[in-house]
């Protein structure tokens, strides 16, 4: 049933968590925050349905990780949370965004909505190309919701919620900590927080990071590294709690993000281009990196934003508002040529400036909890707007200059048309939602209880193309004539509006104290949208799925095993889809390219566990084991293609991940903390239908952390180890027309070794 390399992974997996005696693997981040704190698992405390309450006792799949957690993993970026979660992806490409379940559209399309909300700090983030959250520093929790959410939070999210909690200021208290790591590849983490007491009634916390390391892919025509990057950023919290039934939270961020992560060829390509990097030293793969293009590649975001956060007590009822503004800013300058200008070029100019602005609204209102009734209600209002210029400027496959150096009078206009006096497009879009939300809970008798859901939302999106003339001198040197690539579209402007009622029911039932069973059935639903492909209109139709999932959370012997399971199920109608297609190139060709589209069904069902145990004071064994079947279940293209069968892109069948943690104290007071941890992925492709030339084959990363804390316990120091046995593997793959195969590769796919130390007071 499973090949040799998969038994292999998934036994390992296995033995790790739990050296052979528990049947199956877990989600380390149910139990490792703190191992050696006591003789007991920690209780692991969510917001999942928008009050504290234990894990244990949400009908509802969740995934949670610690700061600290998160810390002894080594990884520094929200996207790398797909390593320490089961049923958790990113897709690098096409838009980037999260998957969960194997489900998520990615779409350049800028009316598309995330089928997976990230929310930092109850702030949905859905800027168009941002994840809202750039290195992770002062990270109290992060708690993933498998499933449709829109219920309870304020976007609708067909696939579910990665919620983050940062760290909050704390009234009375004087601390710092900061970090440093130094590793291989130049690579450095530093981060450090600041809690300041204001009084008896305020408190100011900042944090701030700065981390960087060297690429290993090399573009030889320059003698620069290819997937180079630098972040920096901070975060501002200001905290004013005036009397026991008033506070408010003013928060700040702003983060930068830089990398030189581009396409590399792999296969395909031309002989000629071959011929070409062969001689220049680079000899295309799937495990290189390297290029040998004239032009540097490189993206740049900036984020920053900010919120109010304000609740207050009504009696026995909690009023809880939260404002939210926010920019982002994205750069792209991604050139496709391979090889020097001077010897042959396809797209040698190809820049975007994206600039999304947003404003959000969210207030409700809950009842105390206890009682036969408890009832939460409330709005959300969100207006994201984003304005992109891009531009595509190339020969398609005639040298950019002469042997004169002489540049070519004239560039196809990929992003213009023909007979417009113009080089480049230039999107307008503006997403707007309302809603009103609510759930009841009956909490029937003291064991039985009957979870009600409801939303209501209206949606209304807009998109316009129009097509503007960019100076050419500053991006290509000198001024070219321009030729477009296809007629403009008949309708330039699209707006879709949309409402829709979703619901969740979930009947929970508590067995004993530490044991509960429950179900769930919700649907979820994502708006129309407006695409331009290729210079056409092609708008898309709304997406809706009806899920079912059912589970059992328990806690054995004393809090010292936590077991918890679940088996889920969506299916999807209408599942906003991207896939690849052929666009007029300019020169009487076609070009490969990617759009977006509704295949007819997607059915996406497996299992999901996790356990956690602590047999000894000190030690934690933990994590989690998914199995995912992501299908299309009616996908049939132009009349032309059937994808009706075929896997989810980024959908591995397994996914499982183990860790194991200890702390002892000596004595004299000198501690030791040792942490390894694993995360196994089956293999999967990234392109639809197309499982030949974008699979990625299965692969297992190590992770291990060694720290020593001295007897003031203000101080530790240690050395850390990612990717442990250098394990490679790729992100991504894409037919680029001429070009021919090419890939993505990720600053994971490496070993990297290094020191750090933490100091705290």
Same mark, same amino acid.
């Given at each position: 049933m499973f090949g040799y390399k998969t038994k292999r992974s998934l036994f390992l997996l296995s033995t790790m968590l739990v050296g052979g005696a528990l049947p199956l693997g877990a989600g380390f981040a149910q139990a490792q925050e703190s191992a050696g704190s006591g003789e007991t698992l920690p209780e692991i405390v969510v917001t999942a349905e928008r009050r504290s309450e234990s894990s244990q006792k949400v009908p509802l799949a969740i995934q949670s990780i610690s700061g600290d957690t998160l810390a002894k993993t080594g990884y520094t970026s929200v996207t790398d949370l797909q390593y320490t979660m089961p049923g958790v992806q990113y897709d690098p490409?096409?838009?980037?965004?999260?998957?969960?379940?194997?489900?998520?559209?990615?779409?350049?399309?800028?009316?598309?909505?995330? %089928?997976?909300?990230?929310?930092?700090?109850?702030?949905?983030?859905?800027?168009?190309?941002?994840?809202?959250?750039?290195? #992770?520093?002062? *990270?109290?929790?992060?708690?993933?919701?498998?499933?449709? =959410?829109?219920? #309870?939070?304020?976007?609708?999210?067909?696939?579910?919620?990665?919620?983050?909690?940062?760290?909050?200021?704390?009234?009375?208290?004087?601390?710092?900590?900061?970090?440093?790591?130094?590793?291989? !590849?130049?690579?450095?983490?530093?981060? /450090?927080?600041?809690?300041?007491?204001?009084?008896? *009634?305020?408190?100011?916390?900042?944090s701030g990071f700065d981390q960087a390391f060297d690429g290993f892919g090399r573009n030889v025509t320059l003698n620069r590294l290819v997937g180079s990057q630098h972040e920096y950023g901070g975060r501002a919290k200001l905290y004013l709690e005036p009397s026991d039934s008033f506070n408010l939270m003013l928060s700040g961020d702003y983060a930068y993000h830089w990398d030189s992560s581009v396409r590399t060829p792999v296969s395909g390509q031309p002989a000629d281009v071959t011929a070409i990097l062969n001689a220049l030293g680079v000899y295309?793969?799937?495990?290189?990196?390297?290029?040998?293009?004239?032009?540097?590649?490189?993206?740049?975001?900036?984020?920053? /934003?900010?919120?109010?956060?304000?609740?207050?007590?009504? /009696?026995?009822?909690?009023?809880?508002? *939260? %404002?939210?503004?926010?920019?982002?800013?994205?750069?792209?300058?991604?050139?496709?040529?391979?090889?020097?200008?001077? =010897?042959?070029?396809?797209?040698?100019?190809?820049?975007?400036?994206?600039?999304?602005?947003?404003?959000?609204?969210?207030? !409700?209102?809950?009842?105390?909890?206890?009682?036969?009734?408890?009832?939460?209600?409330?709005?959300?209002?969100?207006?994201?707007?984003?304005?992109?210029?891009?531009? =595509?400027?190339?020969? #398609?496959?005639?040298?950019?200059?002469?042997a004169n150096g002489v540049p070519r009078s004239t560039l196809y206009a990929l992003t213009g048309a023909i007979g417009v006096d113009a080089n480049a497009s230039l999107f307008n879009a503006q997403n707007e939602t309302m809603a009103a939300f609510g759930q009841l809970k009956f909490n029937v008798t003291p064991r039985l209880s009957l979870t009600l859901g409801g939303r209501y939302t209206h949606d209304n999106n807009s998109q316009s193309l129009d097509f503007i003339t960019v100076d050419p001198l500053p991006i290509a040197g000198y001024t070219p004539t321009f030729v477009g690539s296809s007629a403009a579209p008949a309708i330039d402007f699209g707006r879709a509006k949309g409402d829709n009622f979703s619901y969740r029911v979930a009947p929970q039932f508590q067995v004993s104290d530490n044991v509960m069973l429950y179900a769930s059935y919700s649907t979820g639903y994502k708006p129309a949208g407006i695409a331009f492909v290729g210079n056409k209109y092609a708008p898309y139709k709304?997406?809706?799925?009806?899920?079912?999932?059912?589970? *059992?959370?328990?806690?054995?012997? /004393?809090?010292?095993?936590? #077991?918890?399971?679940?088996?889920?199920?969506?299916?999807?109608?209408?599942?906003?889809?991207t896939i690849l297609t052929k666009i007029p190139d300019g020169a009487g060709g076609l070009l490969d390219a990617t759009v977006i589209g509704n295949a007819g069904g997607l059915r996406t069902q497996g299992v999901e566990g996790n356990v956690a145990v602590q047999p000894l004071r000190g030690l934690t064994l933990s994590g989690a084991l998914t199995y995912t079947d992501a299908k299309f279940t009616d996908y049939v293209y132009n009349s032309t293609t059937d994808y009706t069968g075929s896997r989810l892109t980024n959908s591995p069948e397994w996914a499982g991940t183990a860790a194991i943690d200890y702390e002892t104290e000596f004595g004299s007071g000198f501690g030791v903390r040792a942490h390894a941890d694993y995360a196994y992925r089956s293999e999967y492709w990234t392109v639809v239908g197309q499982p030949d030339y974008s699979n990625v084959p299965s692969y297992g990363l190590v992770n291990g952390r060694l720290t020593f804390s001295l007897p003031s316990k203000t101080?530790?120091?240690?050395?850390?180890?990612?990717?442990?046995?250098?394990?490679?593997?790729?992100?991504?793959?894409? =037919?680029?027309?001429?070009?021919?195969?090419? !890939?993505?590769?990720?600053?994971?796919?490496?070993?990297?070794?290094?020191?750090?130390v933490n100091v705290r007071f």
């Open positions: 490409t096409q838009g980037a965004a999260f998957q969960i379940r194997g489900v998520g559209s990615t779409s350049f399309d800028f009316s598309n909505a995330k %089928s997976v909300s990230v929310v930092v700090d109850d702030v949905v983030m859905d800027g168009q190309r941002a994840n809202g959250l750039t290195g #992770l520093v002062d *990270i109290e929790r992060v708690d993933v919701l498998m499933g449709p =959410q829109g219920t #309870l939070f304020g976007k609708n999210a067909t696939s579910g919620v990665i919620a983050v909690t940062t760290g909050k200021p704390k009234i009375g208290d004087l601390s710092v900590r900061a970090s440093a790591s130094f590793g291989e !590849h130049d690579e450095r983490i530093l981060n /450090g927080t600041v809690n300041i007491p204001l009084g008896q *009634i305020a408190a100011l916390r900042v295309p793969g799937p495990e290189s990196a390297d290029t040998a293009d004239s032009s540097f590649g490189e993206i740049t975001t900036e984020e920053w /934003g900010t919120s109010l956060r304000i609740n207050a007590k009504l /009696g026995d009822l909690d009023l809880t508002s *939260i %404002s939210a503004y926010r920019r982002t800013r994205y750069d792209n300058a991604t050139p496709a040529n391979l090889t020097p200008a001077d =010897q042959f070029a396809y797209i040698p100019f190809n820049n975007g400036y994206l600039d999304t602005e947003k404003f959000s609204q969210e207030i !409700h209102l809950a009842s105390p909890t206890g009682g036969f009734v408890e009832w939460l209600v409330g709005g959300f209002y969100n207006d994201l707007k984003a304005r992109q210029t891009q531009l =595509q400027w190339g020969t #398609l496959g005639a040298p950019l200059y002469d709304d997406e809706t799925v009806k899920a079912l999932e059912a589970g *059992i959370k328990s806690e054995w012997f /004393g809090r010292r095993l936590r #077991l918890n399971l679940d088996i889920f199920r969506s299916d999807f109608k209408d599942f906003q889809a101080v530790e120091f240690g050395v850390y180890a990612r990717n442990l046995f250098d394990k490679y593997f790729s992100t991504g793959w894409q =037919q680029y027309g001429a070009l021919g195969l090419l !890939h993505y590769t990720s600053p994971n796919a490496r070993r990297t070794v290094g020191g750090f």
